[in-house]
């Protein structure tokens, strides 16, 4: 597994604040794109990427990561929501 520079905060039962440190590869998030969002723990994140779909939501692809499955969605004023699935 390849090494994640982050820091997940537990604030209550249902939710976590996740800090991460961008690879030196990586580009930093778009000016479109808000760089502080919410993240959404889900079971399937699959089988929530294609309800919300359906239901006309805008929504990135999937992408898998460092044992994560994950992708954004965007509320009706354009806002980033993220839907995260943790692999065990």
Do not use: W
Not at 66 to 77: E, L
């Amino acid at each position: 597994m390849k090494e994640e520079k982050l820091v997940v905060l537990s604030i209550s039962n249902d939710s976590s604040l996740t800090i991460r440190q961008i690879k030196s590869n990586e580009k930093l998030v778009p000016a479109t794109v808000s760089g502080c969002y919410p993240i959404f723990s889900v079971e399937d994140a699959q089988k929530t990427h294609d309800q919300l779909a359906k239901k006309g939501v805008k929504v990135d692809e999937l992408m898998e990561g460092d044992g994560v499955i994950f992708f954004r969605f965007f509320d009706p004023d354009g806002n980033v929501l993220e839907a995260c699935e943790v692999l065990e």
